[in-house]
């Protein structure tokens, strides 16, 4: 009992003092070298992104360290509702995610790069329980005006590489900007409304900027398929300093969560490897 208490208090401890740079190594993922042409983007972008997953074309699995396996599955490119609803692991990849900063790929319906999730991947990679989810957690701190704060798991490095975005940010033109302050939160154990699928803010990957200048789609009133401009407020450089470190915006997609941003390292690989601008 005693020894759990210490624990207990050592994790504690731990979330208290918040995660620098510093701390870590960060990966630049903008940097990474690439490999050669005859690479499968799929399993370099999985491997590379999450060190210690193995993906086995001949069998059409996902292994991870626990030993668990799961299918790649199909791609069903003509049936967006239902990849959206419970997409494969290969679904994932489907819509490419733009490297640039031209905002008008997403004007496309159902271009989502990022929003297709598989649930069992999900909970396979990081968490299935909203104990170990906790526990994983470090808080992370904007060193620039206003020092806001997010909770991040500090698993497949998740913590550190946002601790270096945020550095990043802190000392360039956009170290000032407003959407930095007010921030709409981070880790949330929920799923997402009307499913039985978990947010990405569960596994602490994914945090929210000040939501005024990032807009949500669902507030606009539009139809699902039919969403139309969005008027965005997060200064490019701070996009870019986050997919840096392997964080995907929502601000790319039809369905735009302005204010979003989620750990998914593996989508910025793949977008490079297969010729994102």
């Known amino acids: 009992m005693l020894n759990r208490v210490r624990l207990g208090l050592l994790a504690l401890m731990m979330l208290a ?13 903008l940097a990474l070298e690439l490999p050669g042409a005859r690479v499968s983007p799929v399993k370099y972008a999985l491997e590379t992104a ?28 003509d049936d967006p509702r239902g990849m959206l609803a419970g997409g494969s692991i290969l679904e994932q990849f489907h819509y490419p995610y733009p490297l640039d900063f031209d905002l008008n790929a997403r004007a496309q319906p159902w271009m989502d790069p990022g ?24 808080r992370v701190v904007y060193p620039g005006k206003g020092r806001a704060g997010f909770h991040m798991s500090v698993k497949h490095g998740a ?13 360039s033109p956009d170290a000032g900007h ?8 981070s880790f949330n154990w929920r799923v997402i409304a009307g499913t039985d699928r978990l947010s990405a803010h569960s596994f602490g990957i994914a945090l929210d900027l000040n939501t005024k200048y990032g807009g949500y789609w669902r507030w606009g009133g539009e139809p699902e398929g039919q969403v139309g401009e969005y008027r965005n407020g997060i200064p490019e450089g701070v996009v870019r300093a986050l997919e840096r470190y392997g964080f995907i915006w929502g601000g790319k997609w039809h369905h735009y969560d302005g204010m979003h941003f989620e750990y998914r390292p593996e989508l910025i690989l793949y977008a490079r490897l297969t010729g994102g601008a």
């Open 178 to 185: 407003p959407s930095l302050r007010g921030v709409g939160g």
């Open 159 to 171: 913590a550190c590489q946002l601790a270096a975005a945020l550095d990043e940010i802190a000392a």
């Open 50 to 77: 999450y060190p210690g997953l193995e993906v086995d074309l001949l069998e059409g699995v996902v292994r991870f360290a626990d030993g668990t396996a799961l299918p790649l599955g199909q791609v069903r490119g």
């Open 17 to 29: 003092r918040p995660l620098l740079a510093e701390d870590c190594a960060a990966r630049d993922f």
């Open 115 to 138: 929003r297709v999730r598989n649930d069992a991947f999900f909970r396979a990679l990081w968490f299935g329980r909203e104990g170990a989810a906790r526990d994983s957690l470090r």
